[in-house]
């Protein structure tokens, strides 16, 4: 990895580095922008929720042409040159993509990663804000350090800009992909298609109305169907939308009975991180190719991905031209108020309930792959590998349609 240095070469970039930081921090000055009031809502202490408490494994090495995933060819990190002149911004637009996608959908990464190297190069901090971040970013993509390290004083700006700019990538990759298909995951009335127009979904579709509708309200009522599609309601971030929950059905008395584990995010996470047509199918964790989870050797789920995928369904399904952060201007809605809240509901659970959340996304999405995979060992499928994937197509269509019933009587 970093043998490829010169030692004394390697120390003196890093002293250089270290004392730059060290002398902006002192004089009060950060090496990125002033950070919004709402940030760091997601920077709770490193623990089973973040989905990184296992190493990654299997990294693929297997490139593939297909627009809706990760692949690019890109070569490990054991196997990636880290001197600045022959470095490629593919493994950081490669490494930026997952992490945006699994673990920090948007938050600055400046801040993030100048914290985390101080506190690595033994800087005693008042405040360790992004802690968690860091370690998680480092387990995800471990050559950060080095290839800030390795360009100089610029290294900070240069490879957390690139890494922001591939979440943003991603976001916009999964969120074309997403409207090429969500027509494909239920019956809409009126029907939609992967071309409409914004202004015929939203609160102006009965499909996607009922799903965005604020779980506390009865969208068969015609005046809550008026205002919100005239807008003289508004709905805002912390209004939950019906599509969270188990069915579409919510129980007033226990908000958590179901929470995040509605039909269309569970589609929303398969066509993201295993593929288009796991998602279409309803055959969880099945995919025609390999996904952007096995792209990066992920057999976990996480709060934040689950979270994720609940946003940028969200963002499809809406009439807003722009998946924005927040603001003022016309059409931008404050998607990241909603993804942190979302975040923070599912922290907010008893510890059993969210280790059965996850459990059930465990099972659901990730549920019988490895034993798959020793199957497949000599590339042929096995019966018995056969049998399990028709079983969990038959429960999962089985489920579908229940699904599909309840909130036909809704």
């Keep these: 990895m970093a043998g490829n240095r010169n030692p004394s070469k390697g120390h003196s970039r890093r002293g250089v580095v270290i004392s730059h930081l060290n002398r902006r921090m002192r004089n009060g000055r950060s090496m990125s922008p002033r950070l919004s009031s709402s940030s760091g809502t997601c920077s709770s202490s490193p623990g089973p929720t973040t989905g990184l408490s296992s190493p990654l494994r299997g990294r693929s090495r297997e490139p593939s042409r297909r627009a809706d995933n990760d692949s690019e060819g890109v070569p490990s990190d054991e196997e990636q040159d880290t001197s600045i002149d022959n470095i490629s911004n593919d493994y950081l637009s490669f490494k930026g993509r997952i992490f945006g996608r699994f673990r920090l959908m948007w938050e600055d990464l400046r801040p993030i990663v100048e914290e985390g190297m101080l506190l690595d190069a033994g800087k005693q901090l008042r405040r360790r804000r992004w802690a968690s971040e860091y370690k998680d970013l480092v387990a995800l993509a471990h050559l950060v350090p ?32 997403m409207k090429q298909h969500v027509h494909r995951w239920r019956d809409f009335v009126p029907p939609i298609d992967a071309v409409d127009s914004r202004h015929r979904l939203g609160f102006h ?18 005046s809550i169907q008026k205002s919100l599609q005239e807008g003289t309601r508004k709905v805002q971030p912390k209004d939950f939308p019906l599509f969270l929950w188990k069915s579409e ?17 569970l589609k929303a996470f398969l066509h993201i991180f295993i593929g288009p047509s796991a998602a279409h199918s309803s055959a969880s964790g099945r995919s025609t190719r390999k996904g952007n989870a096995a792209l990066h050797g992920i057999r976990t789920v996480s709060i934040y991905s689950i979270a994720y995928a609940a946003t940028i369904f969200r963002f499809v399904i809406s009439d807003q031209s722009v998946l924005s952060q927040g603001g003022s201007g016309k059409g931008r809605w404050p998607y990241k108020e909603f993804y942190d809240a979302l975040v923070n509901a599912m922290k907010d659970m008893e510890d059993d309930d969210l280790a059965d959340l996850l459990d059930w996304w465990q099972d659901t999405v990730f549920g019988g792959l490895e034993e798959e995979a020793e199957d497949e060992d000599h590339g042929v499928t096995s019966v ?21 019933a309840a909130a036909s009587e809704s």
Aim: aromatic content about 4%; overall charge negative.
């Design 146 to 177: 080095d290839l800030v390290l390795d360009i100089g004083e610029g290294g900070l700006h240069r490879v957390t800009g690139e890494l922001d700019q591939a979440r943003s990538k991603a976001r916009a990759a999964d969120v074309g992909t």
């Design 205 to 222: 579709n009965m499909t996607t109305g009922h799903l965005l509708c604020p779980c506390d309200l009865n969208w068969n009522d015609l």
């Design 249 to 265: 059905r919510v129980s007033a008395t226990d908000f958590f009975d179901g929470f995040m584990q509605g039909d269309m995010i």
């Design 384 to 404: 018995a590998a056969r049998m399990r994937a028709q079983a969990a197509d038959k429960k999962a269509r089985k489920a579908a349609s229940a699904a599909a």
